[in-house]
């Protein structure tokens, strides 16, 4: 009993050690924890009408915003996503589909490898105790620490915010957007090849949540033509 409880034990700290986190405290330059990018920089809205405007932009990982700077330092969201064709932030283009943000991470032929990335609370606000200890604040302490109009959470000192990062991944062919969390859902892109992208995938022990693995797949479904 005492083995399984130890193998058990061992196997949650594995799980909790791999699952990608992000911390912020009180002082700490928080565009570096709530946003993709360090600090806000140059990019370009192109809206659907072809007019392009410039500006500092940023995505906002905790709201699933692109947000941008005014005049006098204001941090303002993107007021109707469903307007702009796209937007450009130093490597990455980002479209607006649903109720999203994709950013493209790379074209394969006539496909791309979309993503969507935010973060979640993993606890609530705590404050340090005595000796070293945490203690849970209110529920509601979260959402009332937040902001909006500059971006940032304000917090007490010695309060500590944990944030998970999460990260979806999508093919998209033919303007449509496909998830990749299955087999069968990773399987729609390719309506005259499905078998040969499952047993590819299966043959391979590709992760279809994995960027790289599914990076592979898209490379060798190109040269194969499926």
């Given amino acids: 009993m005492k083995r399984l409880f130890l193998a058990l034990l061992l196997l949650a700290s594995s799980l909790s050690l791999s699952a990608q986190t992000r911390e912020l405290r009180e002082g700490e330059d928080q565009t570096k924890v709530l946003y993709k990018y360090p600090g806000f920089v140059a990019g370009q809205v192109i809206l659907n009408n072809g007019t392009r405007t410039q500006g500092l932009l940023n995505y906002n990982l905790y709201t699933k915003t692109i947000q941008f700077k005014n005049d006098n330092g204001t941090v303002m969201d993107i007021a109707d996503p469903s307007q702009v064709a796209y937007v450009d932030m130093v490597d990455r283009r980002f479209v607006w ?23 979640t609370p993993k606890n609530e606000a705590r404050s340090s105790g005595d000796y070293g200890g945490q203690s849970i604040a209110s529920g509601s302490h979260r959402v009332r620490n937040y902001d909006a109009a500059t971006g940032q959470f304000v917090l007490s000192t010695n309060q500590l915010f944990v944030f998970e990062e999460h990260f979806e991944y999508y093919v998209v062919r033919k303007n449509k957007f496909y998830r990749t969390n299955t087999i069968k859902s990773l399987e729609k892109p390719f309506s005259k090849s499905k078998a040969e992208v499952r047993a590819y995938v299966n043959a391979n022990n590709l992760d279809t949540n994995n960027l790289d693995d599914l990076k592979t797949l898209l490379n060798h479904a190109v040269a194969e033509g499926w």
């Fill in 97 to 119: 589909r649903g109720n999203n943000w994709f950013e493209i991470l790379g074209d394969f032929g006539d496909m791309s490898i979309a993503c969507i990335s935010y973060l």
